[in-house]
């Protein structure tokens, strides 16, 4: 069966500060992968998706960045951190379009 | 973007009242999910329903997609059903990735 990990589960970092989060999918091949974060006020906001290695689209311009340098892996990297970019973090997986997406644990990232 | 609006924001609910949660949304869609949030920031997966009606146990969910809404019900609720549900929907314009509505916050009291 198909698993999602994420990590870490929780980071406070200092503003000024690199990040980079990683999550991997196992059990299956190519799949659709996503980072999504949630503000307080509980919307999530989809950040990047990726459709294959190499193929990241942003959807809102900001302080982040992610890769995809294997099939199941993304990361999401930012080179220095700001106070507003604390929040939870999701990674998200389908196996392509019009399918169902499964979701990581999440991280919670305090930057102080 | 597809914009999504989900009502009520908050419900407080004693514990073995049904309730009805509404999900519309302004675009035609290829997927539309239901989720729970959990205390500890977890999304689990109720539902994928782009059309028609599933049910699981005391939960069960409609879509109407020409008339762009669905509807999450809860029945004989417990207090563990206590936590945050999103409807999350996507097409081609958003690159079939989910979009997400604010979610409706609910409280089981014993």
């Known amino acids: 069966s198909q698993t999602i990990h994420q990590w870490p589960a929780t980071l406070v970092q200092p503003v000024g500060s690199p990040l980079s989060l990683e999550c991997t999918v196992e059990?299956?091949?190519?799949?659709?992968l996503y980072w999504y974060r949630q503000a307080a006020g509980r919307g999530l906001q989809l950040l990047f998706y990726?459709?294959?290695?190499?193929?990241i689209s942003s959807e809102v311009p900001q302080n982040l960045s992610a890769s995809r340098p294997q099939d199941r892996q993304f990361i999401l990297s930012s080179k220095k951190l700001l106070l507003s970019d604390s929040g939870f973090y999701l990674c998200?997986?389908?196996?392509?379009?019009?399918?169902?997406?499964?979701f990581g644990q999440g991280t919670r990232l305090t930057v102080v | 973007g597809i914009q999504v609006e989900q009502s009520p924001p908050d419900l407080i609910l004693q514990e073995g009242a049904n309730s009805t949660l509404r999900c519309n949304f302004s675009?035609?869609?290829?997927?539309l999910q239901w989720f729970h949030q959990n205390p500890w920031g977890q999304l689990i997966n109720l539902f994928y329903?782009?059309?028609g009606t599933k049910q699981n146990g005391r939960l069960s969910a409609t879509t109407v997609a020409t008339e762009r809404y669905s509807l999450l019900y809860i029945s004989s609720s417990q207090t563990t059903d206590s936590g945050v549900y999103f409807c999350?929907?996507?097409?081609?314009?958003?690159?079939?990735?989910?979009?997400f509505g604010k979610g409706t916050s609910l409280l089981v009291t014993p």
């Open positions: 329903i782009p059309s």
């Open positions: 059990g299956t091949s190519n799949p659709n």
């Open positions: 999350a929907v996507a097409n081609s314009n958003s690159g079939y990735a989910l979009n």
């Open positions: 990726s459709v294959g290695i190499g193929q």
């Open positions: 998200a997986w389908s196996t392509g379009v019009n399918t169902e997406a499964f």
């Open positions: 675009d035609s869609v290829n997927n």
